[in-house]
């Protein structure tokens, strides 16, 4: 037996350790910041949950090979008090779907891509927004997972060309000379990893 070998995480549960990490942060953004901005420069804080919230939602249809809508972001922020104890549920239900058997087999989504590669974008879309929600409301952000890291690094060199191509990914910035991988990832998808508010 190969004891050298890497471990291969599934998406399931790397989703799960992302979760962790980000159900403080969504507990901790005050109402009073949900105008703030975020290194995510279209969104403010309370645009930036709206996000979230559709993609968390979307990426369990996904899971499970259904077809998804992402034309219209709803608000489900304005009007519901309860927005961040749904928001933690919802990404409870995402854990759950992309950690069901055949979650990661075949394609999946209206391009047929590898089911495996869907999940990994929710696992950015849960990493990095987090990031984002947790610096721009002065929260800490737990360090980041390193194999939730190797598998966004792989995914972000698959995705990097259309995904900056279609705007989903800004100009690469020049990551600092000591910078942690996460922040190199940060730095890729183009925000500044060392952003303040």
């Excluded at 891509?113 to 929600?133: C, E, I, K, Q, Y």
């Excluded at 279609?166 to 690469?172: D, S, W």
Aim: charged share 25%.
């Amino acid at each position: 037996m190969d004891t050298n070998s890497a471990r291969t995480y599934g998406i399931g549960e790397l989703l799960g350790r992302a979760r962790e990490r980000a159900v403080p942060v969504v507990r901790g953004i005050a109402d009073g910041a949900l105008a703030a901005p975020t290194p995510c420069a279209e969104y403010d804080v309370k645009d930036l949950v709206n996000h979230v919230f559709q993609v968390v939602v979307q990426f369990q249809r996904l899971a499970v090979k259904e077809a998804s809508d992402f034309a219209e972001t709803p608000d489900v922020v304005s009007g519901d008090p309860g927005w961040r104890e749904r928001l933690v549920e919802e990404t409870g239900r995402l854990v759950a779907a992309w950690s069901a058997p055949g979650a990661e087999e075949g394609t999946t989504g209206a391009m047929d891509m590898p089911a495996r590669l869907v999940g990994s974008m929710a696992l950015l879309d849960l990493t990095v927004h987090v990031w984002d929600l947790a610096r721009a409301t002065g929260q800490e952000y737990g360090a980041a997972d390193e194999a939730g890291v190797a598998e966004l690094a792989g995914a972000v060199a698959v995705l990097e060309p259309t995904a900056r191509k279609m705007g989903v990914f800004g100009e690469a910035v020049a990551a600092p000379e000591d910078a942690s991988a996460f922040e190199r990832l940060l730095a890729r998808t183009g925000r500044d990893p060392r952003w303040k508010g």
